[in-house]
């Protein structure tokens, strides 16, 4: 209802069968209002813009950051130790399950897409990069910090150590169609911004917040694609 007021009109949910309908059905244009990765909203941004970034219970910021995990036995205890190593990423799409890491090894001078062996996860999960881990089926894995403890029940105790933290990046955007109208883009972001905490759309979306965001915010994202 409260976006709704801020359009003048009503607002119907659009759902894809996945991320490519998606991304395509934002570059066209049919959808007014999108929630999306970091990397996706990039790659859209020539036609929608951000008004909004989502804070995460787990960081409390608006912006989230990647883990390197392996096991305690492997011998890789820094960056240096990644080359030539089999590792199994969440997704190339994902920002705090491969480009946080991609950025950090390469300040150590790690180009990982052709200084190691990257696999991606089943279905995207970071549940299947800990398990992959966990049973020694690649030499390290990259997830978010968040989801270190995703797949305890499931693996040893122990089996999975944390190598390194990674660079902090933009979290999920809220964008709109660059056309829509000035000061709706301001009530909306306005909205957003000051939606209470035990609000269902941020609990269905599993955040605690939004924070206003520029399209700049995720320049960090474009250095990496490039």
Request: hydrophobic share 40%.
């Amino acid at each position: 209802k409260k976006l709704a007021k801020a359009m003048g009109h009503s607002v119907t949910a659009v759902y894809k069968d996945n991320p490519d309908q998606y991304e395509a059905a934002l570059i066209r244009g049919d959808i007014v209002i999108g929630y999306e990765n970091p990397l996706m909203y990039v790659n859209v941004s020539s036609m929608h813009q951000v008004l909004a970034t989502a804070v995460h219970p787990n960081t409390g910021a608006p912006r989230s950051r990647g883990i390197i995990i392996t096991r305690p036995e492997s011998g890789i205890t820094k960056a240096e130790h990644l080359e030539g190593k089999d590792i199994m990423i969440v997704s190339k799409r994902s920002a705090s399950g491969y480009l946080s890491q991609k950025k950090t090894l390469k300040e150590h001078g790690i180009h990982v897409d052709w200084d190691c062996r990257l696999t991606e996860a089943a279905e995207n999960r970071a549940e299947n990069v800990l398990l992959a881990v966990s049973l020694a089926e690649v030499d390290a894995g990259f997830i978010d910090e968040a989801s270190l403890h995703k797949a305890d029940r499931y693996i040893v105790p122990g089996s999975v150590v944390v190598v390194m933290k990674t660079a902090t990046l933009p979290n999920w955007a809220l964008s709109v169609r660059r056309e829509m109208p000035i000061d709706q883009k301001k009530d909306l972001k306005d909205i957003l911004t000051k939606l209470p905490q035990d609000d269902p759309t941020l609990k269905a979306l599993n955040i605690i917040a939004f924070k206003a965001a520029e399209d700049g915010d995720y320049d960090v994202i474009r250095s990496l694609i490039e």
